[in-house]
């Protein structure tokens, strides 16, 4: 049974920064992709950023490129988002998620990694807000 549990949100000033942490339970696979996705209210869950954890390669939202950063822990059981420089319009649920499968398909086309249905597992979120 895999499972997801974030950590490490709170509420923020504009410019501050945070560390959401991932803690992945059951997952016996080293080479899976992982993600952070957000959801502000009213708004479809959006993908943030990723990692694919055999490689280390990483990809970022433009809206949050150069300052949010997503790394794994060397025992890979462990997945982080660092968040610079934060906004008000940062605020947001922030959800963990994981895949095992090289490629996801769906509608006859193969899901980006920014799609909500790539992923398998998630987490049950944390909560991050940024004031003005």
């Known amino acids: 049974q895999v499972q997801l549990v974030e950590s490490g949100g709170g509420s923020v000033q504009a410019g501050g920064s945070l560390r959401l942490s991932c803690a992945v339970f059951?997952?016996?696979?080293?080479?899976?992709?992982m993600a952070w996705f957000r959801q502000a209210p009213g708004k479809e869950r959006e993908g943030v950023a990723t990692i694919f954890t055999g490689t280390g390669d990483t990809y970022y939202a433009d809206s949050v490129k150069d300052r949010f950063t997503i790394s794994q822990d060397n025992a890979k059981s462990t997945l982080y988002l660092r968040m610079n420089s934060l906004k008000p319009e940062d605020t947001a649920m922030y959800y963990c998620a994981a895949d095992p499968s090289t490629y996801r398909y769906g509608g006859g086309r193969r899901y980006s990694w920014y799609e909500v249905p790539r992923y398998k597992y998630w987490g049950q979120g944390t909560q991050v807000t940024v004031s003005s």
């Open positions: 059951g997952y016996a696979d080293s080479n899976y992709i």
